[in-house]
Structures are given as C-alpha cells and as structure tokens.
C-alpha cells in the first residue's frame, strides 16, 4: 500500500497561510506575535511538521517593512518588534523587496487553502484601518486627478512648463 506524500509548499507559503488562519479565527485582533504564527502552523501541519524555517520567515524573510535577508517577500508587516500581520498594498516596504511576492499563488498551495486567498484579495485587502481613514496625508490619495484625466503625465508636466526658461 502506497504511503500518502505530504504536500509540497513553500515555506513562505506556508507562514501566511497560518497568518491568514490567525486573522480569520480571530477577527478583531489587528496582528498577532511571531510566536502565534508558528504555533497556528504547528496545529495546521500542512507537511505533517513544523518546518524550522517558518519562525525565521514569519520574523524576517516575509516581513515586507524589514530589510532583506535574503528572502523579499512582501507577505507579512511588522507592527511592532514581534507583531506581524497580513501585508496590505499600500503598506510601506523595504525598497529593495519591490515587486515581490504578496500572497500565494493557487496552484502552489493546497486545494483548501485557494479560500483563504479569496478571502485575502476580496475582504482583507478591502479593509482600511482607523489609521488609514484618518490619516490627513493618506486622505489627500487621488486629490486632483481630475487635473490631468484623459492626458499622460509626461505631457501634462511637459505642458505646464512650456515657455519655462
């Protein structure tokens, strides 16, 4: 009789799978410790074990507002020294980890956990913090775009400073 094999995930994967279990277990907590993380990845089991490599993704290689080392990953956001939650677009990030991963792709993960990405990109993401609907600079986001709708930024510069000498 043939022995089931574990799945295969990356362990990146695997860590904001158990951040994202976290958030919608616990929906009025904002972030959660390093420690929560690991200990959510321990009871899923995705492999069957904890892999070691998950407390270092979930302190460092996945934490968008950290510096890389070596992994870029833009899957988590640090909220204090050992606070993490789901990274949000619009959060700041390290420059060096720009266009790097933010969220599982589906066919690298197990069928069952496609829902947590659904959740993420349709609920998650949509959710703005007290902070970011208070904030008067993030306020001002899209002021004045109706100044250069329809022309391509390029040209509407080029056109302010015609004649400029």
Known sequence: M????????????????????LHQE???QEDFSVQEIVDRAAKEAITGELRPGIYVH?????????PPDPGR???????????RRLFRPGDPYH????????????????AEYHRLVDWYLTEYVG??????????????RGLGKEIWAGEHPDEYVHRLRRGWE
């Open 73 to 83: 990953y833009r899957m988590l956001f640090a909220t204090g020294k050992s606070t």
């Open 127 to 140: 959710r703005r913090t007290d902070v970011e609907k208070t904030d008067p600079i993030l306020q001002l």
């Open 2 to 21: 043939a022995v089931p094999s574990k799945p295969s995930i990356k362990v990146a994967d695997e860590t904001w799978i158990a951040t994202a279990l």
């Open 95 to 110: 420059p060096a980890r720009d266009g790097s991963k933010m969220v599982p792709e589906k066919e690298e993960i197990p």
């Open 26 to 28: 616990n929906p009025s």
């Open 58 to 66: 979930a302190r460092q290689h996945c934490v968008a507002n950290r």
